[in-house]
């Protein structure tokens, strides 16, 4: 089974930046979509950017302009930038690949907050 392993998140500041990286088992350059997702305490899991099979990467409104997602399909890895990060940032961030459209994993899951 591919495996999903995240690193990064931690504790900053607002207005500070944080890199999240998501290293897959597996070779990432023709799945279905690479995802970030996050998910606050007593909300629903949203999804923040994704990167389609199309190329055409989407962004949820909130994080348009600071956050980046970006992959490097030598190394398998997908990443997300983020930049002046706010206290509502704050949540538990997963990747997700879907290899095949309903073919997918999940990372562990790490932590980000942002606090002064």
């Known amino acids: 089974q591919v495996r999903l392993v995240q690193s990064g998140g931690g504790l900053v500041q607002p207005g500070g930046s944080l890199r999240l990286s998501c290293a897959a088992s597996?070779?990432?350059?023709?799945?279905?979509?690479l995802d970030w997702f996050r998910q606050a305490p007593g909300n629903q899991r949203e999804l923040v950017a994704s990167?389609?099979?199309?190329?055409?990467?989407n962004y949820v409104d909130s994080v348009k302009g600071r956050f980046t997602i970006a992959r490097d399909n030598a190394n398998n890895t997908l990443y997300l930038q983020m930049n002046s990060l706010k206290p509502e940032d704050t949540a538990v961030y997963y990747c997700k690949v879907e290899w095949f459209r309903g073919i997918f994993s999940w990372g562990q899951g790490t932590q980000v907050t942002v606090s002064s």
């Open positions: 597996g070779s990432i350059r023709n799945v279905h979509s």
């Open positions: 990167i389609p099979s199309d190329g055409n990467v």
